[in-house]
């Protein structure tokens, strides 16, 4: 029975985010802005697909996080819809075309003037961050991208045609208004009510597993022979009673309490996990990623069709998954 529950539990933890996987994120929202005292709170776009993979969690859950802080008292943030965050320009007449498209184009001219190691880029191309420079030149980036669009074409005698220049954007971002003169205070604060929240949630999720585990083990039968032969009636009915009990009470899962799994074989653990850490050398393990491998979870940058394979995988399920996060932490900082 308990393993059931251990199968369960696995999709718990894959929504468990670490303190410093919070902090990275937030490094990406609120970037330092000169505004003194009060600040409007400037556009901010940071690649989903680079995000996903630096903090290794699922883009779902970054925007789940991202709605918490919005959400928030203090309303930190503000979400906006996503968009591409770099744009690229190429131009097919040479690198003065760039520049003088420029004087007309702040965006444009902007992206130059910040442009750096000028000498050593291919002259005909320029890529930028396009939020960025946006939010550099007080723009909203909608604007900026319509405007830079507009370079592709010219007006040569009241009729428009293609210039020699190309505009694409690409790499998609998650997109917001932040503020960027948060004090030290005020980010740990931010931090602090985000974690409090995963951890929260998390153990709301196990509490809400154990009830349900906890009932379907009171009116389950040990067979279903047991089930054939006799009526099941009174089962069906102390479940029901049961259902309504949790729904009707203010607090349902406050008499329900988690039993944590002992080690089976703490050596057993530490063997296996400087077997993994010895094996793939040039992975850099966190703690967590050694735990979601023993339990079988799979992470954006330890997917299941190639992780599922390792011997280890899954082969730890019964231990308590923030055990082998602290013991495999703490062999992993004695490894290096
Ligand atoms: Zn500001």
């Known amino acids: 029975m308990g393993n059931d529950e251990n199968e369960l539990r696995r999709h718990i933890y894959a929504?468990?985010?670490?303190?410093?996987?919070?902090?990275?994120?937030?490094?990406?929202?609120?970037?330092?802005?000169?505004?003194?005292?009060?600040?409007?709170?400037?556009?901010?776009?940071?690649?989903?697909?680079?995000?996903?993979?630096?903090?290794?969690?699922?883009?779902?859950?970054?925007s789940?996080?991202?709605?918490?802080?919005?959400?928030?008292?203090?309303?930190?943030?503000?979400?906006?819809?996503?968009?591409y965050t770099v744009c690229k320009v190429i131009s097919y007449g040479g690198p003065m075309q760039i520049r003088k498209a420029a004087k007309e184009c702040p965006p444009l001219a902007m992206a130059l003037a910040l442009q750096k190691n000028q000498n050593e880029n291919d002259q005909n191309v320029l890529e930028f961050a396009i939020v960025d420079i946006a939010a550099a030149i007080g723009w909203?980036?909608?604007?900026?991208?319509?405007?830079?669009?507009?370079?592709?074409?010219?007006?040569?005698?009241?009729?428009p045609k293609r210039s020699t220049l190309n505009v694409s954007f690409s790499n998609l971002g998650f997109r917001l208004?932040?503020?960027?003169?948060?004090?030290?205070?005020?980010?740990?604060?931010?931090?602090?009510?985000?974690?409090?929240?995963?951890?929260?949630?998390?153990?709301?999720?196990?509490?809400?597993?154990?009830?349900?585990?906890?009932?379907?083990?009171?009116?389950?039968?040990?067979?279903?022979?047991?089930?054939?032969?006799?009526?099941?009636?009174?089962?069906?009915?102390?479940?029901?009673?049961?259902?309504?009990?949790?729904?009707?009470?203010?607090?349902?899962?406050?008499?329900?309490?988690?039993?944590?799994?002992?080690?089976?074989?703490e050596d057993q653990l530490v063997n296996d996990i400087r077997g993994l850490i010895s094996t793939y050398r040039d992975n850099n393990f966190t703690g967590k990623a050694v735990a979601r491998i023993f339990h079988g979870i799979m992470s954006p940058n330890y997917p299941a069709v190639i992780w599922g394979r390792c011997k280890y995988w899954r082969s730890h399920i019964n231990v308590d998954f923030h055990t082998i996060c602290k013991i495999a932490t703490r062999e992993i900082l004695n490894f290096r």
């Open 15 to 62: 929504n468990s985010t670490d303190r410093h996987v919070i902090r990275k994120l937030l490094q990406k929202i609120f970037l330092p802005c000169s505004c003194k005292e009060t600040c409007p709170k400037h556009e901010v776009a940071f690649s989903i697909e680079e995000t996903v993979r630096a903090l290794d969690i699922p883009e779902e859950n970054i």
């Open 64 to 83: 789940t996080l991202l709605c918490y802080l919005e959400l928030h008292a203090k309303k930190y943030i503000e979400l906006l819809s996503p968009a």
């Open 140 to 159: 909203d980036s909608g604007i900026c991208k319509h405007k830079l669009k507009n370079l592709e074409w010219t007006t040569v005698s009241g009729q």
């Open 177 to 265: 208004l932040a503020p960027g003169n948060l004090s030290d205070d005020q980010l740990d604060e931010a931090l602090d009510s985000l974690y409090e929240h995963v951890v929260n949630q998390e153990k709301m999720a196990l509490l809400q597993l154990r009830a349900v585990h906890q009932t379907l083990v009171d009116v389950a039968a040990p067979s279903y022979k047991s089930c054939l032969q006799q009526e099941s009636t009174e089962s069906g009915v102390k479940l029901k009673v049961k259902i309504r009990e949790y729904f009707e009470s203010p607090n349902p899962l406050d008499s329900i309490t988690l039993t944590e799994n002992k080690i089976v074989d």
